[in-house]
């Protein structure tokens, strides 16, 4: 799945199953900063705005406010936030 011009998503899943896993491929990048080759880690809550005020009431702040990849007015909303060793995680909600 294309995400406007800036990557590519591929899910992968067993046959019959959701998606468990999705990788990322981000144009011109090829290299990372933080880590060793890795970017973030997603993951899928149930609600992504009660699980964000929990996640403020532990003093973790997102990067920006929810949001809707690649410019879409439909489908589930992501967020990234930051873990104590300063690695991203996304967390992918309704």
Same mark, same amino acid.
């Given at each position: 799945?294309?995400?406007?011009?800036?990557?590519?998503?591929?899910?992968?899943?067993?046959?019959?199953?959701?998606?468990?896993?999705?990788?990322? *491929?981000?144009?011109?990048?090829?290299? *990372?900063?933080?880590?060793?080759? *890795?970017?973030?880690?997603?993951?899928?809550?149930?609600?992504?705005?009660?699980?964000?005020?929990?996640?403020?009431?532990?003093?973790?702040?997102?990067?920006?406010?929810? *949001?809707?990849?690649?410019?879409?007015?439909?489908?589930?909303?992501?967020?990234?936030?930051?873990?104590?060793?300063?690695?991203?995680?996304?967390?992918?909600?309704?």
């Amino acid at each position: 799945m294309p995400i406007g011009e800036e990557a590519i998503n591929v899910f992968m899943a067993m046959p019959g199953e959701d998606p468990r896993l999705e990788l990322t *491929y981000n144009h011109g990048v090829d290299s *990372y900063d933080h880590g060793s080759g *890795y970017n973030h880690i997603a993951l899928g809550v149930e609600d992504l705005d009660a699980t964000l005020e929990r996640l403020a009431a532990a003093g973790i702040e997102p990067e920006k406010p929810p *949001y809707r990849p690649g410019g879409r007015t439909e489908g589930r909303r992501i967020c990234f936030v930051r873990d104590p060793d300063g690695y991203r995680i996304e967390l992918i909600g309704e």
